[in-house]
């Protein structure tokens, strides 16, 4: 049923106050259908927890490690809050990046040395990993480069191959700091 707006100049939410909103497929939507997109609570800054990606790790309180086969790998916290320099990261890694079993690159052109220090400095910032730097003069191209399992099963399942809702329905500020990484 169609509402329409008076004179008074109700808000949207006001005029669809109580209405509960109904799943449509894509193929379905038309031209004046209104989208219901949640938001983040806390101004769009959400908190994503490592743990809840990965299976083979041990509680340390804040923060967690390996659990079988890789034990000497270095702790890192449980969870992480979104910033705008978190999600530039995650812009890196959504646009040269990659994940193997052990070990997450990624790959800059080797004038782009200022977004490689940038990219050390926001892993130890947030997981407390060191990070390298390997040029690659054939190539022409910097490899930034740590080793951590946990990073490697956290990133590859909730990162890689596409944009997580944290960063998708995040503040201006976060979505910004996403965009420069790519």
């Given at each position: 049923r169609k509402r329409k707006q008076t004179n008074q100049k109700k808000s949207i939410s006001a005029i669809y106050a109580g209405v509960q909103p109904e799943f449509?497929?894509?193929?379905?939507v038309r031209a004046g259908d209104l989208a219901v997109?949640?938001?983040l609570p806390h101004g769009g800054n959400a908190t994503v927890e490592i743990h809840n990606y990965i299976t083979n790790y041990a509680d340390c309180g804040e923060s967690i490690k390996?659990?079988?086969?890789?034990?000497?790998?270095?702790?890192?916290?449980k969870s992480i809050v979104?910033?705008?320099?978190?999600?530039?990261?995650?812009?890196?890694?959504?646009?040269d990046g990659s994940v193997s079993d052990r070990q997450t690159t990624i790959t800059f052109n080797?004038?782009?040395s200022?977004?490689?220090?940038?990219?050390?400095?926001?892993?130890?910032q947030y997981f407390g990993l060191d990070a390298t730097i390997t040029h690659i003069p054939d190539k022409h191209c910097l490899s930034v480069s740590t080793c951590s399992v946990i990073l490697s099963e956290f990133l590859s399942k909730w990162l890689m191959h596409r944009v997580p809702?944290?960063?998708m329905l995040?503040?201006?500020?976060i979505k910004e700091g996403f965009l420069c990484g790519l």
């Amino acid at each position: 049923r169609k509402r329409k707006q008076t004179n008074q100049k109700k808000s949207i939410s006001a005029i669809y106050a109580g209405v509960q909103p109904e799943f449509i497929p894509a193929e379905s939507v038309r031209a004046g259908d209104l989208a219901v997109i949640s938001k983040l609570p806390h101004g769009g800054n959400a908190t994503v927890e490592i743990h809840n990606y990965i299976t083979n790790y041990a509680d340390c309180g804040e923060s967690i490690k390996p659990a079988k086969g890789h034990e000497n790998d270095n702790r890192v916290p449980k969870s992480i809050v979104i910033t705008k320099d978190f999600a530039r990261l995650c812009g890196y890694l959504l646009a040269d990046g990659s994940v193997s079993d052990r070990q997450t690159t990624i790959t800059f052109n080797e004038c782009e040395s200022d977004f490689a220090q940038d990219a050390i400095k926001i892993i130890a910032q947030y997981f407390g990993l060191d990070a390298t730097i390997t040029h690659i003069p054939d190539k022409h191209c910097l490899s930034v480069s740590t080793c951590s399992v946990i990073l490697s099963e956290f990133l590859s399942k909730w990162l890689m191959h596409r944009v997580p809702q944290e960063i998708m329905l995040g503040s201006q500020e976060i979505k910004e700091g996403f965009l420069c990484g790519l």
